[in-house]
């Protein structure tokens, strides 16, 4: 079992629309949360990073971590044909800067 | 005014063969990394270096050898390819060993 899961998707939704994702993890030495958005053939580009268990608000995205339960996820409202993309979630530990990724989910957003 | 720039974008080659991909920052970051990315999309670390010391070296085969020559370029020396090489790798750079890690366009290898 891998230390972070992802729903691979693909999740599709309507224009407009809320997309919901999310992210469990099994390791609770796990502090700080990001969120990646990956377009087709390009690097990842960091979206949303937190640490504290709570949500964290930017713009159209949101960020929620819940450490009790271990549960991350990321909101994107009124969303947008430009952002269809692979969205990875990723983590790591209170020391060094070893992210340890999911594996993504691919979300298409039809006009 | 690219931040993290690789080179090649694609690389098709034989198994057997060597190959580097080279990696340049010009944020003034101390610290880089190199990630692999395979057919499912996971993304997992190999190396980091900061200040072109060492400081994370995951379960990789030593024919996977990273060299920083200085703080702003790290590039991945592969010596006898193999098929299961074949992925995405990407650089990516961070200010310091805790900060954001901006990640580079990646370079699609391919082993025939």
């Known amino acids: 079992q891998k230390e972070v899961e992802q729903d691979p998707g693909p999740l599709s939704v309507p224009e407009g629309a809320i997309v919901s994702l999310n992210c469990t993890y099994s390791?609770?030495?796990?502090?700080?949360f990001m969120w990646y958005r990956q377009y087709s053939r390009k690097g990842p580009e960091l979206l949303m990073y937190t640490y504290s268990s709570g949500n964290k608000e930017d713009g159209r995205f949101t960020a929620q971590v819940d450490k009790s339960s271990k549960y991350i996820s990321l909101f994107i409202r009124d969303s947008q044909p430009s952002d269809s993309a692979t969205y990875l979630c990723?983590?790591?530990?209170?020391?060094?800067?070893?992210?340890?990724f999911g594996g993504g989910t691919r979300v298409l957003v039809k006009p | 005014d690219t931040a993290v720039s690789q080179t090649p974008k694609y690389l098709v080659t034989q198994m057997g063969n060597d190959k580097s991909i080279k990696c340049e920052q010009n944020l003034g970051h101390d610290t880089m990394y190199w990630y692999k990315q395979d057919s499912k999309k996971f993304l997992k670390i190999m190396f980091s270096?900061?200040?072109?010391?060492?400081?994370i070296n995951e379960t990789v085969p030593n024919r996977f050898s990273p060299k920083s020559p200085d703080k702003a370029h790290l590039n991945l020396h592969i010596n006898s390819l193999e098929l299961g090489d074949s992925a995405v790798y990407f650089c990516?750079?961070?200010?310091?060993?805790?900060?954001?890690?901006?990640f580079g366009p990646g370079t699609r290898l391919t082993v025939l």
């Open positions: 270096y900061n200040n072109k010391e060492l400081i």
């Open positions: 390791n609770s030495a796990f502090q700080y």
């Open positions: 990516a750079s961070s200010q310091d060993n805790f900060s954001e890690q901006f």
């Open positions: 990723a983590m790591r530990k209170a020391a060094g800067n070893k992210l340890t």
